[in-house]
């Protein structure tokens, strides 16, 4: 049986990534690139039950080659330094910003020292920022993010068919096969209901925070070693967000919501405001409206229509849309990133979700003798009302920057209007020890010397920036690493 030198399960952001660096890195090695395909529906091996909080979204996974960034906006956050809060993380921000340049070099868009510069260069004296900057505190920035529009699925952009990794199809993981306590020896896949043994030296999973701490669960069932880890599957976390309310403006204007920068090929932007507030951080969007008012329904239609690429829309999401074409306008703005001049703007916010241990991804035996995948995802008391008195202060900038601020939704209604942003994490997370954490700072499972896991399940604190960066960083940074020490 041939024996690879790395055996990577998912072909997803992360999995992509890794195997891309590691062929540029390491020409000679063999590489397995395990994917389990199937679309948007969980594989009928893993039965899901959901008791937590719903998410929200029609879909916030996808199965396949590219994995979620078949579904991905395209945004790439760089986080603050805030979001390595040093409780959290065992490495800070400066570590890893040089992982973060050749990302977005990867991706052909600017490097953080370019970015800072072309914040400088961008013209908002007719802006909606131009308005109000006066009147913005302290805690109150502006952040130009670049977006990939279209937003490419990213096993095909780094081309890995050609790049020589022998990518193995329609391959569930069912389990990790240990030769040892400390050593991973195979794992098992089921291809066509066919259980094969994939042998490797080093094996490292990237299935994301959803079916990376069940893998380990299932595998932790026949080898207990694994079962000593406290923190596999806790600490799921996501980016609340939802619409917040909307402000008007006493005459037309262009939002800087998408930007073209001069001197910079013509990369796109979106203009963000951050918020940084008693060590957590949120960010707010102005979208152009057509329309005064919401509703939980057109907000879950919004959210619908930006999924359609893997989907098709349901009769009742249809029949909306006919009822409100002002919606139809709205996503049309958002994807093709023009700057209609309107007076009415919707306020978004994207809030940071405090981690919390009872939030998390389980396996479970029922009566019945069937294994369940146990998701709860959970959003504590503590963590609304926070994100309720940020979003209190936001608008109370501006209504004192003297705007009027319309359709403003209340706390009793606030929860309604908040869903997952498919930004799943911190389920086998960073820390110093196993105490702690799941994986050290180098992203090797504690305890376990071949085995590393690489995908959003690693990240400990969401903070206000979209995970996909942050995840092609660390592959980088792991791809590095793992050559170094060969």
């Known amino acids: 049986m041939m024996i690879y030198d790395y055996c990577i399960v998912g072909a997803g952001v992360a999995g992509a990534t890794l195997a891309a660096a590691l062929r540029r890195l390491q020409p000679s090695k063999t590489i397995a690139l395990i994917e389990m395909d199937g679309g948007i529906a969980s594989p009928e091996a893993e039965q899901e039950v959901v008791i937590g909080r719903q998410f929200g979204l029609p879909i916030t996974r996808y199965y396949g080659l590219g994995g979620t960034s078949s579904l991905w906006g395209g945004a790439c956050v760089l986080p603050n330094a805030q979001d390595f809060r ?23 868009l600017l490097s953080k020292s370019d970015l800072d510069a072309a914040n400088e260069r961008v013209d908002v004296k007719n802006d909606i920022a131009a308005l109000f900057v006066n009147g913005v505190a302290a805690e109150f920035q502006f952040e130009l993010i670049q977006q990939l529009l279209p937003a490419p699925n990213l096993f095909h ?18 389990k990790l096969n240990f030769l040892s306590p400390r050593r991973v020896e195979s794992i098992t896949v089921e291809i066509d209901g066919e259980k094969i043994a994939i042998k490797a030296k080093k094996f490292i999973l990237c299935c994301g925070a959803l079916s990376t701490p069940y893998l380990l669960h299932r595998s932790g069932s026949i080898d207990k070693s694994l079962l000593c880890n406290k923190n596999i599957g806790c600490y799921l976390s996501d980016h609340p967000m939802g619409f917040i309310g909307q402000v008007r403006f006493k005459r037309k204007v262009a939002a800087p919501y998408f930007h073209r920068v001069k001197g910079s090929n013509d990369i796109r932007y979106k203009l963000g405001i951050n918020h940084s507030r008693y060590g957590f951080n949120h960010k707010y969007y102005l979208i152009p409206s057509f329309k005064v008012g919401s509703s939980t329904v057109t907000e879950d239609v919004k959210r619908a229509l930006l999924t359609v690429r893997e989907r098709s829309l349901s009769f009742s999401e249809i029949m909306t849309l006919v009822r409100n074409p002002s919606v139809v306008l709205q996503i049309l703005s958002y994807l093709f990133a023009n700057n209609p001049k309107v007076s009415l703007y919707d306020i978004w916010m994207i809030g940071d979700q405090r981690a919390d241990c009872g939030s998390l991804v389980k396996r479970d035996l029922g009566l019945d003798g069937v294994e369940k995948k146990i998701i709860n995802w959970e959003l504590s008391k503590e963590n609304i009302d926070e994100m309720y008195e940020a979003k209190e202060e936001f608008i109370n900038l501006l209504r004192y920057a003297g705007f009027s601020v319309t359709a403003h939704i209340d706390r009793s209604h606030f929860k309604e209007y908040l869903t997952s942003a498919a930004h799943h994490s ?16 180098n992203l090797q499972v504690f ?18 920036a979209n995970p996909s960066l942050t995840i092609i960083a660390l592959n980088y940074r792991l791809a590095e690493f793992l050559a170094a020490n060969e």
Do not use: H
């Open 157 to 174: 952009k780094y081309d890995i068919i050609s790049l020589g990794v022998n990518v193995i199809r329609n391959a569930y993981c069912t």
């Open 86 to 108: 040093s409780n959290a993380w065992p490495i800070d921000l400066t570590e890893l910003l040089p992982f973060y340049d050749i990302a977005l070099q990867s991706l052909g």
């Open 426 to 441: 911190g389920t086998c997370r960073m820390g110093l020890t196993s105490q702690d954490g799941v994986v050290d700072k």
């Open 447 to 464: 305890d376990i010397d071949n085995l590393y896991i690489s995908d959003a399940s690693v990240i400990p604190t969401g903070g206000n």
